[in-house]
């Protein structure tokens, strides 16, 4: 009889090999819209290591994009665990306007996420003062949704192609495909209105905010570019700063960053040419995060 060696065994006798993998996990917690939760947890975590969350476009799943950034290699490098999330609903799109997810506390995808996030905290012994959140298209407007929605949890986030928090409020579902797209085409709003937008969804909430990048292309036909300057009021009006300066060539030659005070609470990026979806920069973001 032939003997295969199980990839434990192999991973045990390879020493440049990692066993790190891509694993579903059940039974979570609250998860009132069954959504999915998979964790990556490198082969050598940190003591209490930071969480991020990642968050997959419209249409996508949670292996696709594991597979899509280069996170991974940074967790096994820096030893942070990664959260994918995966919606089976409205074709793969994350529910960024119903009133659960809009509101503290109350349900949607959100409160899964939430669920996944203190799932994994307690697993790994994980540090609650740095759990993040990251996301493109569907992902980058949920990345915003957490963040206004639950502002304790997440430290920071990065949206890649995304809408302002409450952008979709109401709409019956937030699909390319729904027949309102007035957010994804660039609704305009006051910064106050936008700012009110996120305190609604924690009334009474006084702590710290959730810092923000926002990455957007300045091409982008699907998703509007106007929709990232929407964003950027909203959470320069949330966190009391103004632009400060712009600086070209950040992080490449067809960009242009947006500091806002000092940098360190809300950045912007455009990017020329640059269609749907504007590419994860994993180094810009984690420097951000404050993990590189």
């Known amino acids: 009889m032939l003997f295969t060696p199980s990839a434990v065994v192999l991973c045990a006798f390879t020493a440049l090999s990692s066993c790190a993998s891509l694993v579903q996990v059940q039974n ?36 696709q994009w594991f597979s899509g950034t ?61 759990v993040f959140v990251m996301g493109g298209s569907s992902g980058a407007m949920m990345t915003n949704v957490m963040a206004g929605s639950y502002p304790d949890v997440f430290e920071a986030g990065a949206a890649f192609s995304g809408t302002a928090h409450a952008c979709f409020a109401g709409a019956p579902s ?30 009474g909430y006084t702590g710290r905010r959730t810092r923000l990048q926002i990455f957007h292309g300045l091409a982008d036909n699907l998703v509007k570019p106007q929709c990232a300057t929407e964003a950027l009021k909203q959470w320069s009006n949330v966190h009391g700063v103004t632009l400060n300066k712009t600086v070209a060539g950040v992080p490449s030659s067809a960009y242009t960053q947006e500091i806002y005070g000092d940098g360190t609470k809300l950045q912007g990026f455009f990017g020329k040419g640059v269609g749907h979806i504007a590419p994860v920069n994993e180094d810009l973001m984690l420097k951000f995060f404050g993990l590189l």
């Open 28 to 63: 979570f917690g609250t998860n009132p819209t069954k959504i999915n939760m998979y964790v990556y947890a490198p082969d050598k975590i940190a003591t209490k290591p930071a969480v991020i969350v990642a968050l997959h476009p419209c249409g996508g799943s949670a292996s």
């Open 70 to 130: 280069k996170l991974p290699s940074y967790a096994d490098r820096l030893g942070f665990v990664l959260i994918y999330a995966g919606t089976p609903n409205m074709n793969n799109c994350w529910d960024v306007q119903s009133a659960g997810s809009l509101t503290h506390g109350q349900g949607g995808d959100a409160l899964g996420i939430i669920s996944m996030v203190n799932y994994t905290l307690n697993k790994y012994s994980g540090d609650a003062s740095r």
């Open 174 to 203: 937030a699909t390319p495909a729904s027949q309102n797209q007035t957010c994804a085409q660039g609704l305009q709003h006051t910064a106050q209105e936008w700012g009110n937008f996120v305190r609604n969804s924690y009334p």
